[in-house]
């Protein structure tokens, strides 16, 4: 059975590099959109649980203005500074036509290594 769809974002609801609040009780999401990419994390950090709707864009990372834990948008693996072993639920996202589909469906916390080119 495919996963649920949570929402169907358009380019107009997802401006560049501004964290989105996406309503899915009970945790929520934060979605990001650079250029033609849609990432969609746990809104709460697993750090100690603020809120990332505030966070800073940094390249492909997000980082919480908490205590200023880095997370890769892709991965939702801990960039820094801490060296705890944090990661931050990411979720599927499909591209359909012009919008993007957040799906209920968390990514492997063990993402597979990239193909070489
Ligand atoms: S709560 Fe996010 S870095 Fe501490």
Same mark, same amino acid.
């Given at each position: 059975?495919?996963?649920?769809?949570?929402? &169907?974002?358009?380019?107009?609801?997802?401006?560049?590099?501004?964290?989105?609040?996406?309503?899915?009780?009970?945790?929520?999401?934060?979605?990001?959109?650079?250029?033609?990419?849609?990432?969609?994390?746990?809104?709460?950090?697993?750090?100690?649980?603020?809120?990332?709707?505030?966070?800073?864009?940094?390249?492909? !990372?997000?980082?919480?203005?908490?205590?200023?834990?880095?997370?890769? &948008?892709?991965?939702?693996?801990?960039?820094?500074?801490?060296?705890?072993?944090?990661?931050?639920?990411?979720?599927?996202?499909?591209?359909?036509?012009?919008?993007?589909?957040?799906?209920?469906?968390?990514?492997?916390?063990?993402? !597979?290594?990239?193909?070489?080119?």
């Amino acid at each position: 059975m495919p996963p649920a769809l949570i929402a &169907l974002l358009s380019r107009e609801q997802l401006p560049e590099g501004k964290p989105h609040l996406l309503l899915h009780p009970p945790d929520h999401l934060v979605v990001v959109r650079l250029g033609d990419e849609v990432f969609a994390l746990d809104q709460r950090c697993s750090h100690a649980g603020a809120s990332l709707i505030n966070g800073a864009i940094l390249g492909r !990372s997000l980082a919480c203005r908490a205590h200023g834990c880095r997370f890769d &948008l892709a991965s939702g693996l801990l960039l820094g500074p801490s060296d705890e072993p944090l990661r931050q639920r990411t979720w599927l996202v499909e591209r359909r036509g012009d919008a993007w589909a957040i799906l209920d469906q968390p990514l492997p916390t063990s993402p !597979s290594p990239e193909p070489p080119p």
